[in-house]
């Protein structure tokens, strides 16, 4: 079954506090992205991933780092979170970066 | 400049009306185009990919590429209410840039 799953799908935390999203997908795809949906500004790219301990800034990197230590498993981790890092972030997967891309379901994070 | 541009930014069509939605890119040496429908409160799934200037069909789901006019398109036939979704076009050269969606509603 071709899967991202994205844990949790909700999440509300205060401004300040340490915000932990995780991701997984259980295809063996090299590449995973996080990216943030916000309104008026579309799929914005924050991470991307190649393989295991090899990441890469995407457009939007400031205030967000990522982890990646097993291939089917991609954190996005926000260090004191912010508002303005209220959003919807979505994980996503290809086989290469030019391969279709699989995406999760998002995850609404407010922080407040 | 936005590598991806799509048009319009909403689309209302009554049901079994062709919807036909339109994306413009920067990058004429990218080969490599998906559309993907994106349902409200959900993820992205995707819908067509095109690799070659031409026509291919998915079912309900026509897209056409043109790069010498840097143009793809895509073509619902016979929407159905259920197709009310956001669409957004990518473009990977090779790496994925996405339009900011169309939202396409369909009334029955």
Redesign the interface.
């Known amino acids: 079954d071709m899967k991202?799953t994205q844990m949790p799908r909700y999440l509300i935390k205060r401004m300040g506090e340490n915000v932990l999203l995780e991701c997984g997908q259980d295809m063996s795809h090299e590449t995973m992205y996080w990216y943030r949906q916000d309104p008026?500004?579309?799929?914005q790219l924050i991470y991307?991933s190649y393989d295991v301990d090899s990441n890469s800034e995407g457009d939007i990197p400031k205030g967000y780092r990522v982890s990646r230590k097993k291939r089917e498993h991609f954190s996005l981790i926000l260090d004191s979170a912010k508002t303005n890092q209220t959003s919807v972030y979505?994980c996503?997967s290809s086989f290469?970066?030019?391969t279709?891309?699989f995406?999760?379901?998002?995850t609404r994070l407010t922080v407040v | 400049q936005q590598k991806v541009q799509q048009s319009p930014e909403s689309l209302t069509v009554s049901e079994g009306a062709m919807a036909s939605l339109n994306c413009t890119f920067s990058d004429g040496t990218s080969d490599?185009f998906?559309w993907?429908r994106q349902h409200s409160?959900?993820?992205?799934?995707?819908l067509v990919?095109i690799f070659s200037d031409g026509e291919k069909e998915e079912g309900r789901f026509t897209a056409h590429l043109n790069r010498a006019s840097l143009h793809v398109s895509l073509h619902i036939r016979e929407p159905q209410p259920s197709d009310s979704a956001v669409y957004?076009c990518?473009m990977?050269?090779?790496?994925?840039f996405?339009?900011?969606?169309t939202q396409l509603v369909v009334k029955p």
């Open positions: 991202v008026g500004l579309g799929l991307i979505f996503a290469r970066g030019d279709e891309v995406f999760g379901k998002g | 490599n998906r993907y409160g959900k993820g992205l799934e995707v990919s957004l990518a990977s050269i090779p790496r994925i996405f339009g900011d969606g």
